[in-house]
């Protein structure tokens, strides 16, 4: 009887287990746990109609602002270069505190790439810390993120101002991809086949057939 050679063409089955890796941080003392460190500043300072301060402590950003001049806008910024590649999603608490006077209008201003959010004391939480969220997916690569506090002066003979909180600025890299690719995919029984995994933030693969 004349041997007939049997071609084997794979056809997976089973289960792939993979986990992920501990996902990637890419805010630089995002807890302020160093004070400043890793931020770049920018404020007002002080004069004889206002002042606007920024420091670090106690875990999070503190601002504090003052105006008792139609013409005095204090301010106070804080920034840093964040690669956003695989971020979705930026997180950070925020706290609110009108100091003096009456402040409804915007006084936080957060911009990130070309995407700008603001908020008002009441968005910030003025009872306690409020998690805030931007929606980033649509941007990758180095990013400037940056904190803007300011306090116009809109209302003449009106002394006003603000305490501003900012805690736990967070992005994560968490995106998971994953490719693999089987050597030599037909032969002859029995037959060795070597699988290979490529990807992005994977810990473990187990293969289960």
Do not use: H
Not at 6 to 29: D, H, K, M, Q, S
Not at 89 to 110: H, K, P
Not at 136 to 164: A, C, E, H, K, P
Not at 184 to 189: E, F, Q, R, V
């Amino acid at each position: 009887m004349k041997a007939s050679k049997l071609i084997v063409l794979f056809c997976i089955f089973g289960l792939l287990l993979i986990t992920p890796a501990a996902a990637e941080e890419r805010v630089v003392n995002g807890g302020f746990t160093n004070g400043l460190n890793g931020w770049s500043v920018e404020q007002f300072g002080s004069t004889s109609d206002g002042y606007g301060y920024v420091q670090g402590s106690d875990g999070y950003a503190s601002f504090s602002l003052l105006t008792s001049d139609a013409l005095t806008s204090p301010y106070a910024d804080i920034s840093q270069t964040v690669d956003l590649t695989d971020v979705d999603t930026i997180y950070f608490d925020t706290y609110g505190v009108v100091l003096e006077g009456s402040v409804s209008d915007r006084v936080l201003y957060v911009y990130v790439g070309g995407i700008i959010k603001s908020y008002t004391i009441s968005q910030l939480g003025t009872s306690g810390w409020t998690t805030q969220s931007i929606d980033v997916s649509g941007l990758s690569g180095n990013q400037n993120l940056r904190f803007s506090t300011s306090l116009g002066g809109d209302y003449y003979g009106s002394t006003r101002g603000v305490g501003i909180r900012i805690a736990d600025v967070s992005a994560y890299a968490e995106k998971l991809t994953l490719d693999f690719t089987a050597y030599p995919t037909s032969g002859n029984p029995p037959l060795d086949v070597q699988f290979s995994i490529s990807g992005q933030n994977i810990q473990n693969v187990v293969w289960d057939f």
